[in-house]
Nanobody, 118 residues
């Protein structure tokens, strides 16, 4: 079973930055695409960024709502995937999760809360 542990959330003012990290256990990490997802109150969970496996070049892709502001990266030695979030907006407020892409149902972690507010 793969465990994913997110960290790095917090309270930030509009226009600020945060960096989220996800530590993964298990050997399948390197061979799979990874994603960062978020769920705002009253809304469905959505994929905001994904990065392909190392075998397919580690190519990133982003939801239109975060394109140009968020950057996803992965470290296949540390088994981690990070999300650098810049120019944060109040509408980015949500619980952020990492998981495989497509996600594994049993691999959802606790997530990390990001709140963007003045």
């Amino acid at each position: 079973q793969v465990q994913l542990v997110e960290s790095g959330g917090g309270l930030v003012q509009p226009g600020g930055s945060l960096r989220l990290s996800c530590a993964a256990s298990g050997s399948i990490f390197r061979l799979n695409a990874m994603g960062w997802y978020r769920q705002a109150p009253g809304k469905q969970r959505e994929l905001v960024a994904r990065i392909t496996s190392i075998t397919t070049g580690g190519r990133p892709d982003y939801a239109d709502s975060v394109k140009g502001r968020f950057t996803i990266s992965r470290d296949n030695v540390k088994n981690s995937v990070d999300l650098q979030m810049n120019s944060l907006k109040p509408e980015d407020t949500a619980v952020y999760y990492c998981n495989f892409s497509p996600p594994l149902r049993d691999s959802w972690g606790q997530g990390t809360q990001v709140t963007v507010s003045s």
